[in-house]
């Protein structure tokens, strides 16, 4: 009877380690020579007041050692926000680690111990499903041998704790189908953790692209000598292109002015951050183009110009406004607008290839 017992607690270990293998990859381990330093990861298999057993994924198993200065925290994946911090009483059994310390002959003095919102889930889940299992199955054990030397004491009243022993008997079954019961659960939701996984893989691929901008198309505006008033050829020729734009998302609108060489640089400086300054409104008041969407718009002078500025017909060229639709791929957003079906959005026609061939005639960044 006793056997059997002890044989439901190794089942319900092994779960709780199998559970742990899945939610996380292998970080390297390092060496266990003395005194030196050691990354490890791994399940708690034992919990102790200063100290846990951790078992590796080739069944290698070591002590770690916490310290007042050992930090206990998230092991983040979000780097928009600093990881969480925990206290020891996190560290149950179950739970997928990652350790780093200086190993002292057998036992690793830890300096952090990192683990992910998601494994912490997990072992919480199996814990709170097996942990009262196995204090029911310890008081059990613990009848259990009650009975026994009541038995050895007197063999007169064996027939009457017979009973009893079966009763305790179908306790333990009970207990079997519960652990069980809590294997299938923790499955499950080490199968939901592999999902969460994979869509925060995807996100965090959209945040590495938030820096890399693709130029979609561009459109000069050019102004009359000493004067920021857009033409009104020229309004028609914006119209055309913002409407070009219709249903694109995830974009930002670079307005750049620029002024030729007629006049002293300070005032050309504000000539030109009038002209960006009167193209930006009349892009947001006309066509309701957010101001979040603008890159602030600057004046650059006379610098960079388009053509020689000695002559007429390059001044003229130079006295202009440059707008930018620039995109990227981690700002791309899901399309909620209600077009028809059919509909492409512009910007889900570029294929990576595509992207990188715009790349390579990109206007540089002033």
């Keep these: 009877m006793k056997g059997k017992l002890k044989n439901i607690g190794s089942f319900t270990l092994v779960g709780l380690l199998l559970a742990g293998l899945v939610s996380m990859p292998l970080a390297a381990a390092g060496s266990e020579s003395a005194e030196k330093p050691i990354k490890m990861q791994g399940v708690i298999i034992e919990r102790f007041p200063t100290s846990f057993s951790l078992r590796d994924y080739w069944g290698r198993e070591m002590m770690v050692d916490l310290t007042d200065t050992t930090e206990i925290e998230e092991l983040k994946r979000n780097f928009l926000r600093d990881p969480k911090m925990y206290s020891p009483r996190e560290l149950i059994p179950g739970l997928d680690v990652m350790v780093k310390g200086v190993?002292?002959?057998?036992?690793?003095?830890?300096?952090?111990?990192?683990?992910?919102?998601?494994?912490?889930?997990?072992?919480?889940?199996?814990?709170?499903?097996?942990?009262?299992?196995?204090?029911?199955?310890?008081?059990?054990?613990?009848?259990?041998?009650?009975?026994?030397?009541?038995?050895?004491?007197?063999?007169?009243?064996?027939?009457?704790?017979?009973?009893?022993?079966?009763?305790?008997?179908?306790?333990?079954?009970?207990?079997?189908?519960?652990?069980?019961?809590?294997?299938?659960?923790?499955?499950?939701?080490?199968?939901?953790?592999?999902?969460?996984?994979?869509?925060?893989?995807?996100?965090?691929?959209?945040?590495?692209?938030?820096?890399?901008?693709?130029?979609?198309?561009?459109?000069?505006?050019?102004?009359?000598?000493?004067?920021?008033?857009?033409?009104e050829e020229m309004k028609s020729g914006i119209d055309l292109f913002i409407s070009g734009i219709a249903g694109l998302t995830g974009y930002l609108v670079e307005i750049q002015g620029f002024a030729s060489t007629d006049g002293d640089e300070a005032y050309n400086r504000q000539l030109s951050q009038r002209r960006a300054n009167g193209v930006r409104q009349y892009v947001t008041e006309q066509h309701q183009i957010h101001l979040r969407r603008f890159v602030a718009p600057w004046g650059y002078g006379t610098l960079y110009p388009r053509a020689d500025d000695s002559t007429l017909e390059g001044r003229r060229e130079n006295r202009r406004v440059e707008v930018r639709i620039l995109v990227t791929p981690g700002m791309e957003e899901t399309d909620t607008s209600g077009r028809l079906a059919g509909t492409v959005n512009p910007f889900r026609q570029f294929t990576t290839e595509a992207r990188r061939r715009i790349l390579t005639t990109k206007t540089p960044r002033h």
């Excluded at 008081?139 to 050895?152: F, P, Q, S």
């Excluded at 063999?155 to 519960?178: C, D, I, P, S």
């Excluded at 659960?185 to 901008?213: C, G, H, I, P």
């Design 103 to 231: 190993n002292t002959g057998g036992h690793i003095a830890a300096d952090w111990v990192k683990f992910t919102q998601d494994a912490l889930k997990v072992a919480r889940t199996i814990y709170s499903r097996v942990q009262p299992i196995e204090k029911e199955m310890n008081a059990n054990n613990a009848r259990l041998e009650t009975i026994k030397t009541r038995v050895g004491k007197n063999q007169m009243t064996g027939q009457v704790l017979t009973g009893e022993v079966e009763e305790l008997q179908a306790a333990v079954k009970l207990n079997r189908q519960q652990a069980l019961s809590a294997d299938g659960t923790a499955r499950q939701a080490v199968a939901d953790v592999a999902a969460n996984q994979n869509k925060l893989s995807t996100l965090n691929d959209r945040f590495s692209m938030l820096d890399e901008y693709d130029l979609y198309k561009t459109l000069t505006v050019h102004f009359p000598f000493d004067s920021s008033v857009i033409q």
